[in-house]
């Protein structure tokens, strides 16, 4: 096969490994969720890993977002414009998603100061707004992705073989950085995610191979996060 002969079912492929990262995001947003949720109700959450995962959700969730506006929708917006432009109806929902992940990104920077100064006055307004905020997203998400999907699973396999690798840019700048931990942790739990393996395909060798290392490490965070 020539540098430019595209596989057969490249498009449902590629369309199965955003849908692993649409899983990954989603339950990592119903893991915060959940997290805070019980913090709020006073069980033993670690805080400092509840900071970083946080942070790791918010960060992957805006750089998916990124990469859908500049990679993604333009490849599909030359080529189906009238139907991709049903995802329009989706800017209200991004700008409410946006804003709550400005809000617990608020939260966490209170709790990481609570802890380096030893304080206790916010912790309770902290948990409460934590705990909307982070129920907001997972909400929000799974919202947004009822929509993107559907249609999402039409356009894929009809792309064209000139416009494949950029679709294929634009998946794959889709998966979230750093984290790799929560990344095959999410890929893998509490089921392997569908998609999976073509996601692993296009991680660094350094991370498939210590995918041992990086599950246990995941499991560890899930105890932490009183959710192991």
């Not at 692993?20 to 119903?30: D, I, P, Q, S, Y």
């Not at 064209?160 to 942790?185: I, M, N």
Request: aromatic share 4%; with cysteine.
């Amino acid at each position: 096969m020539s540098a430019t002969q595209v596989p057969v079912g490249e498009g449902t492929r590629l369309f199965e490994q955003l849908l692993a990262v649409h899983g990954v995001m989603t339950r990592g947003a119903g893991l915060v969720a959940h997290s805070f949720t019980r913090l709020a109700g006073g069980s033993a959450v670690d805080t400092k890993t509840l900071v970083s995962t946080v942070q790791w959700l918010v960060d992957s969730l805006r750089h998916h977002h990124l990469s859908e506006e500049e990679l993604l929708w333009p490849v599909l917006r030359e080529r189906f414009r009238e139907r991709v432009r049903r995802l329009d109806r989706l800017s209200e929902q991004n700008e409410a998603l946006e804003k709550e992940l400005d809000e617990l990104e608020s939260v966490i920077g209170r709790i990481a100061e609570e802890r380096r100064v030893g304080g206790s006055v916010g912790w309770g307004h902290a948990m409460k707004e934590g705990t909307r905020a982070s129920h907001r997203i997972r909400d929000l998400l799974a919202g947004r992705l009822a929509v993107e999907e559907p249609l999402l699973r039409g356009l894929f396999p009809a792309v064209s073989d000139e416009d494949v690798v950029r679709l294929r840019r634009a998946v794959t700048e889709c998966v979230p950085r750093g984290g790799p931990h929560l990344v095959v942790g999410f890929l893998e739990h509490p089921e392997p995610v569908s998609g999976r393996d073509h996601v692993y395909a296009g991680l660094p060798p350094s991370v498939r191979w210590t995918r041992g290392v990086l599950l246990s490490r995941f499991r560890t965070t899930l105890r932490a996060l009183a959710a192991g």
